[in-house]
């Protein structure tokens, strides 16, 4: 079952601007991790935050994550036209024990040139 | 390393036969498989997951009889769609976890397969 909602569903910026998406979840999780998708391909994991770290950066990545309002966000910074892709939040919930995600359904980044 | 990959990439059939799908983890050994569904503009559905050795466990809505899934080896996981009809088109992906690739479940993706149900 899908228990991550990104929003927006869709962003459009301008390139070198900064790029938020947001990942809302409704579990306890030991992690949660963020993928990209471009269209018509698989996904490519970018980045892993465990539950008891709160910002973790990856280059022009910054993701953060609240436990207690069971959200997280992932910032791109100085966005390229290349960033153009849809990113997921995945959350491995606590207890799972089979190695399952749960994918959020996504927002579609657009970097316009 | 962790590289997984799919065929075909893309496949056309007339409904009625059966497609076949490989996934496979070219440089580690995948004790865990999963097939996801992807329909255009939407998230990954979780169709079942995949224990080398064992039967799948398919996800509520799924049906085992339509999506026969065969892990035979730690490093192939074949989907194969039985008889397919236009509604099974879709974007079919498969991933795969190994132990001792990440310390955490970071799942390693297929580029997926296109399949079109005509």
């Known amino acids: 079952s899908q228990q991550g909602e990104e929003d927006p569903q869709a962003l459009s910026i301008q390139e070198g601007e900064n790029a938020t998406m947001n990942c809302s979840y409704k579990?306890?999780?030991?992690?949660l991790q963020w993928y990209r998708q471009n269209s018509g391909r698989g996904l490519v994991h970018l980045i892993l935050?465990?539950?008891?770290?709160r910002e973790k950066h990856s280059g022009r990545l910054r993701v953060t994550l609240d436990t207690s309002k069971k959200s997280s966000s992932l910032l791109i910074t100085a966005s390229r036209a290349a960033d153009t892709a849809s990113y997921f939040c995945?959350?491995?919930?606590?207890?799972?024990?089979?190695?399952?995600?749960?994918f959020g359904k996504g927002t579609k980044l657009s970097v316009i040139p | 390393g962790a590289v997984v990959s799919q065929h075909p990439s893309r496949v056309i059939c007339k409904s009625g036969t059966s497609v076949k799908i490989e996934c496979r983890s070219l440089?580690?050994?995948?004790?865990?498989m999963f097939w996801y569904r992807q329909f255009p503009k939407q998230s990954l559905m979780l169709m079942a997951t995949?224990?080398?050795?064992?039967?799948?466990?398919?996800e509520q809505g799924v049906e085992k009889d339509k999506f026969l899934i065969n892990h035979a080896s730690l490093t192939l996981s074949t989907l194969t769609v039985t008889s397919a009809h236009p509604e099974d088109s879709s974007f079919y992906i498969c991933?795969?976890?190994?132990?001792?690739?990440?310390?955490?479940?970071?799942?390693?993706f297929g580029p997926g397969t296109r399949l079109t149900v005509l």
């Open positions: 995945a959350t491995d919930p606590t207890g799972a024990g089979s190695y399952q995600l749960t």
């Open positions: 579990t306890s999780i030991n992690n």
């Open positions: 991933s795969a976890y190994g132990p001792g690739l990440a310390a955490y479940n970071e799942q390693f």
């Open positions: 935050i465990r539950s008891n770290e």
């Open positions: 995949s224990n080398e050795g064992s039967k799948a466990t398919y």
């Open positions: 440089d580690f050994q995948a004790t865990t």
